[in-house]
């Protein structure tokens, strides 16, 4: 309530939500960075823009009942003014906070410590929550702690993250959360034509000192995800060279903010990067379909159970 009302004496916390950068989630960016984030990385990659803006439009509206107590038009709501209202209410303010919930939040709490973990997988992780909702929130180190290391908890790869770890990797997490993760990178693709799923690591030689990555594929690989893979990479190779002349004068499409156009072409590096490596380590697959024949949980280390018994599981 601090961050959405007109408060003349906010508490320490709340002034460093408001300094948190604003519209990082790419459903709440202008419409020229998302039309420039379609454009680079093409519209089989592009962000599930709907999903999240169902989730703030209810969100919101649940803000107006419980805390402002009206129910505004959309066009009232987004001036930030009611005659019917209890108090005045800053819209881009309530945006802001809710993106904060969103991408900070357990649910629909904020917890000051808590918040300020970001997101880490592998190695990188060393916090675990371990809280039961409702009745108490609690968080443990993983392992020891090295001095001065940043404390990370994942956000996908966690005790009360249930089906996100089969199926939430870098692209759900930049729809979510706004980022694009490090490494190990997670990607399952399932649209119906194609069923993908593999991880980007990185695999250390230590008698040569050197580092590369490598991609783990996670399901069987048919030649439907190989084509899959050589399209959209061929596609958003193109694509780069489009936008080369855009780099070079440091020129930004009108209506465009410079977080949009870094993340944007963040998105766009991973995936080239990481469609690449998949490519090259496809070599190495057998190509086959069997994956069509592993049922709709074919992503799951329990596909065999769900095809056997599909009442105990959900997709």
Not at 18 to 23: A, I
Not at 275 to 280: C, D, I, K, P, T
């Amino acid at each position: 309530e601090e961050m959405v009302l007109k408060t003349e004496n906010p508490t320490p916390y709340a002034l460093y939500l408001k300094s948190l950068p604003r519209r990082y989630i790419p459903s709440l960016w202008s419409e020229a960075g998302k039309r420039y984030l379609d454009d680079i990385i093409g519209i089989n990659l592009i962000p599930d823009y709907e999903s999240v803006n169902d989730k703030l439009n209810i969100d919101l509206w649940d803000i107006c009942h419980e805390t402002l107590g009206f129910s505004p038009t959309y066009e009232e709501f987004l001036q930030g003014k009611n005659a019917n209202a209890r108090v005045q209410y800053d819209y881009e303010m309530m945006l802001h906070a809710w993106q904060i919930v969103t991408a900070h939040g357990d649910d629909e709490l904020v917890v000051p410590f808590y918040a300020f973990l970001n997101h880490g997988n592998g190695r990188a992780t060393n916090i675990e929550y371990i809280g039961e909702y409702g009745q108490y929130f609690a968080m443990r180190t993983k392992r020891r702690i090295r001095k001065g290391e940043e404390l990370r908890i994942s956000y996908n790869q966690c005790g009360k993250c249930e089906t996100r770890e089969h199926l939430y990797g870098m692209p759900e997490l930049f729809n979510d959360y706004g980022f694009v993760e490090d490494y190990p990178q997670l990607f399952m693709f399932d649209d119906g034509d194609v069923r993908l799923k593999f991880e980007i690591v990185v695999v250390d030689d230590e008698r040569k000192n050197f580092s590369q990555l490598k991609a783990i594929f996670l399901a069987p690989l048919d030649q439907i995800g190989v084509d899959f893979l050589t399209t959209e990479l061929a596609a958003m190779k193109d694509v780069k060279l489009k936008h080369a002349k855009l780099d070079r004068e440091k020129k930004l499409p009108e209506g465009m903010t410079e977080w949009e156009k870094k993340s944007a072409d963040a998105l766009h590096d991973a995936y080239i990067t990481a469609f690449s490596v998949a490519l090259e380590d496809a070599k190495n697959e057998r190509i086959t379909d069997r994956v069509w024949r592993m049922g709709d949980l074919w992503y799951t280390p329990y596909w065999r159970e769900a095809m056997m018994y599909p009442d105990r599981y959900e997709l």
